[in-house]
């Protein structure tokens, strides 16, 4: 795990309130929505660099008996814990930075709002796609939520690829192919627009 990512979103998670940060969304409507769409709620979900997101309530709300939570910040999962109570037993919770972790299973579907755009370099996204291959059967999705091509170039005082949906599928294309994508404009809670590009791929 890398310390200084889990110093960074500690700190984050820290100094803000969960509704505070640039990224909040009371209800992941796109999200749910997109996993709802490739998957029924009977198979497992992962939320990876989940934060402090609602993402897992919606799932467990709307009946999905396999949630994986997965964040570098142990604090982020602290509030999602807190916040679910006694429903935090249904889910699982896994305190890893990403591009370390070692799947010991497989998925039926990988959700990410914003982390893939954080991967600077060519050596972290190779890294990343490697393990979703091994995350996901095959079969199973993965959806993906990114900066657009005209998004933010930074967040959270840290540098953000931007995306538009065909060069984040070629990121992929290794082992899962386009089939779906969109565009979402996220308001923050201090009211800028935020664009967003949405894909989901299928595992080979």
């Known amino acids: 795990m890398s310390d200084t990512a889990t110093r960074h979103w500690d700190d984050v998670y820290g100094t803000k309130a969960a509704d505070e940060v640039s990224w909040f969304q009371r209800e992941p409507v796109t999200s749910q929505r997109l996993i709802t769409m490739v998957s029924q709620p ?3 979900v992962i939320d990876v660099g989940a934060g402090a997101s609602t993402l897992a309530d919606a799932l467990l ?31 699982s919770f896994v305190v890893a930075d990403v591009l370390s972790w070692q799947p010991g299973r497989t ?3 990988w959700h990410d ?17 490697a393990t979703a291959t091994r995350a996901v059967r095959p079969g199973g999705l993965l959806v993906l939520g990114t900066f657009a091509a005209d998004g933010p170039t930074r967040c959270s005082g840290l540098p953000a690829t931007r995306y538009d949906a065909d060069s984040l599928a070629a990121e992929f294309a290794s082992a899962f192919t386009l089939v779906h994508s969109e565009r979402e ?10 664009p967003f590009t949405w894909v989901v791929l299928r595992r080979t």
């Open 185 to 194: 404009e996220h308001a923050t809670p201090g009211g800028a627009v935020q």
């Open 113 to 129: 709002r914003a982390v893939f755009h954080f991967l600077a370099t060519p050596e972290q996204r190779e890294r990343y796609v």
């Open 42 to 44: 009977r198979g497992a």
């Open 61 to 91: 709300d709307a009946g999905w008996p396999d949630i994986t939570v997965l964040d570098v910040s142990p604090r982020a999962l602290a509030l999602v814990r807190h916040r679910l109570g006694d429903r935090q037993a249904m889910a």
């Open 107 to 109: 998925y039926d579907a």
